[in-house]
């Protein structure tokens, strides 16, 4: 997943996923294949745009959804409250820094052998009677970079 992977896997891969193949979508899910990313709509638009490829912010933001949708990529909310974009699709959580903004994955804690989200919805059903959803967790804080300066 850490290099650049062909046309024609990206093409089969949007293919597996129900969608029809465009530029525009195989540029943006192969930027996301490369490496971990967490990233704004715009930012994307511009990192892209740096590599020479012609994407209107609207396309990019169409394109997102879709991938998004379609399971390909996940939308987080960043620091902001603003939708960021996730390549990670395994169930994770995630450290937000409150001073740079930075996202960085953080895989589920066991509890009992039993991932934490899901314990802790058995836990709380049990208690309530309630039917609880999957619960997500983001936690807040200062990464080790920003609290030693
Ligand atoms: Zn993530």
Redesign the pocket.
């Given at each position: 997943m850490n290099q650049r992977e062909s046309k024609s896997a990206i093409r089969k891969l949007l293919k597996d996923y129900g969608l029809r193949y465009s530029r525009p979508r195989a540029s943006i899910l192969s930027f996301f294949r490369e490496a971990d990313h967490?990233i704004s709509a715009e930012d994307l638009h511009l990192t892209l745009k740096r590599r020479g490829e012609r994407l209107s912010l609207s396309t990019v933001y169409l394109n997102l959804s879709v991938l998004t949708e379609a399971g390909l990529i996940r939308q987080?909310n960043g620091l902001t409250g603003e939708a960021l974009y996730?390549s990670?699709v395994k169930p994770?959580y995630?450290l937000i820094c409150k001073e740079t903004g930075e996202?960085v994955?953080v895989p589920l804690p066991m509890i009992d052998g039993v991932p934490l989200p899901r314990f802790l919805k058995e836990c709380i059903q049990e208690a309530t009677g309630w039917q609880i959803d999957e619960p997500s967790l983001e936690l807040r804080g200062l990464s080790p970079k920003v609290a030693k300066e």
């Open positions: 967490h987080l996730d990670n994770h995630h996202v994955d």
